[in-house]
């Protein structure tokens, strides 16, 4: 477990519009209807074909978390603060045979990072983009949370909380060297997950984008990959629906 201490502040903050967020018998609750506090790239797009819509969310987390240190792979990750849902995790990979060279047949290998892919998947200019139910999600950091005035932007699935403090977090993931050995081919560039491997100790963060700070495990937001987590180490996670 990698510790290390961090010089940020957490400040107080509050629910951002059209979003709440209670705690009570030990779950933390954001309800809201899906919509962003911010303007949104317009949808459908070149890159997404799917039109934004309100959605009921009520995601809960624990509100006490208990951290046991395994990776748990998950898609969704966590809740904003601003109740936009956070999902790294793209369900699209590399396909030679469809005309946006993606599908979610996942044989050949290469799932697309939702960044690195970010003009392939019609990602907006907050790191987001709409799935097929008109969800709204964000596959990066967005300028309105990075400006908060406290640095907590949001809760995992587990119930830690993610920050965002800028380049004092950094990942351990690095680009592989050389080329892919099959199809696409082509140097490693982050367009795929697979094409970033980790290397611990090569930042201050492991492997789930996660540190100690102060007696407790926090998830961290970053400028490079994999952005937000796509594991996490709680022992209780929601999976939303």
């Not at 009921?56 to 006490?64: L, N, P, S």
């Not at 990979?93 to 050949?108: F, G, I, Q």
């Not at 963060?205 to 994999?226: I, K, R």
Request: net charge neutral.
């Amino acid at each position: 477990m990698i510790r290390f201490v961090f010089a940020f502040s957490i400040l107080p903050f509050a629910a951002l519009a059209d979003s709440s967020i209670t705690v009570s018998n030990n779950s933390r609750c954001v309800t809201s209807d899906g919509l962003p506090d911010h303007k949104t790239g317009v949808f459908p797009n070149r890159g997404n074909p799917h039109a934004i819509s309100g959605q009921r969310i009520q995601f809960c987390v624990d509100a006490t978390p208990d951290y046991d240190g395994r990776a748990k792979e998950v898609r969704t990750i966590g809740i904003a603060i601003n109740g936009i849902i956070i999902r790294p995790g793209t369900a699209d990979w590399y396909d030679a045979s469809k005309p946006r060279k993606h599908s979610r047949n996942p044989a050949s290998g290469w799932r697309l990072d939702g960044m690195g892919a970010a003009e392939a998947l019609g990602l907006d200019q907050n790191n987001a983009h709409v799935d097929h139910r008109g969800l709204y999600h964000y596959h990066g950091i967005a300028d309105p949370l990075a400006d908060l005035s406290g640095s907590l932007i949001g809760w995992a699935a587990d119930g830690f909380e993610i920050h965002y403090i800028g380049n004092k977090a950094q990942p351990s993931y690095r680009l592989q060297n050389g080329n892919r050995s099959t199809a696409p081919g082509g140097g490693h560039d982050g367009t795929y997950v697979q094409d970033c491997i980790f290397a611990a100790g090569s930042g201050n963060l492991d492997e789930c984008n996660g540190a100690m700070v102060e007696g407790t495990y926090t998830y961290f937001a970053t400028d490079s990959f994999p952005f937000f987590p796509h594991c996490l180490k709680g022992k209780t996670i929601t999976q939303f629906r």
